[in-house]
T-cell receptor, first 115, second 115 residues
Framework: DSGVTQTPKHLITATGQRVTLRCSPR?????VYWYQQSLDQGLQFLIQYYNGEERAKGNILERFSAQQFPDLHSELNLSSLELGDSALYFC??????????????FGPGTRLTVL | AQKVTQAQTEISVVEKEDVTLDCVYE???????LFWYKQPPSGELVFLIRRNSFDEQNEISGRYSWNFQKSTSSFNFTITASQVVDSAVYFC????????????FGTGTRLKVLA
């Protein structure tokens, strides 16, 4: 158990809908990262937040947004969903601000299916 | 441009054999980080190691060892005396943190260890 929690575990929705994925980092970790893993695109980094502020942006679509709240949990919002958004979405957390500087701990992922 | 190549799509070995997973990267930056992750059949991602570009020391952790060679832009991962529990998909990744942020994953190598 990494200490990172993600809810829900599975999500099935329809095209055009909007969903919110939630992540709670390990106690004491200030950075939260979001990743997408799909058959087409493989593993991709989406976005990182550090202590409530956006730190780094990867291949995140404009239809997607994220935020980190004062209690450090984070939410990833996906809107106008398309079939291609079906993927496993991972959240990870770490202590440090800079991605490369230390270990990341991953949550179990949220599997999103868009029908 | 940055790129990570894991040319071995799938490798099968018999238990107790040694196996090396290759990772070749491309970057023009002098400062970067390299990572290896494991994704077992259960689906979670597990951090294995990180290495910064200035540290070419090889590392050994139990049956795992990593060989970082800047001269050949490679960061290979060897499992000694493989076990069935090593069966997983292994991802190599490169993080460029200077200038425009980039986080690039390889396509992964599926390792099957047969009993």
């Amino acid at each position: 158990d990494s200490g990172v929690t993600q809810t829900p575990k599975h999500l099935i929705t329809a095209t055009g809908q909007r969903v919110t994925l939630r992540c709670s980092p390990r106690s004491g970790d200030l950075s939260v990262y979001w990743y997408q893993q799909s058959l087409d695109q493989g593993l991709q980094f989406l976005i990182q937040y550090y202590n409530g502020e956006e730190r780094a942006k990867g291949n995140i679509l404009e239809r997607f947004s994220a935020q980190q709240f004062p209690d450090l949990h984070s939410e990833l919002n996906l809107s106008s969903l398309e079939l291609g958004d079906s993927a496993l979405y991972f959240c990870a957390s770490s202590v440090a601000r800079q991605q490369g500087s230390n270990e990341q701990f991953f949550g179990p992922g949220t599997r999103l299916t868009v029908l | 441009a940055q790129k990570v190549t894991q040319a071995q799509t799938e490798i099968s070995v018999v238990e107790k054999e040694d196996v090396t997973l290759d990772c070749v990267y491309e970057t023009r930056d002098t400062t970067y980080y390299l990572f290896w992750y494991k994704q077992p059949p259960s689906g979670e991602l597990v951090f294995l190691i990180r290495r910064n570009s200035f540290d070419e020391q090889n590392e050994i952790s139990g049956r795992y060892s990593w060989n970082f060679q800047k001269s050949t832009s490679s960061f290979n991962f060897t499992i000694t005396a493989s076990q069935v529990v090593d069966s997983a998909v292994y991802f190599c990744a490169l993080i460029k943190t200077s200038g425009t942020y980039k986080y690039i994953f390889g396509t992964g190598t599926r390792l099957k260890v047969l009993a």
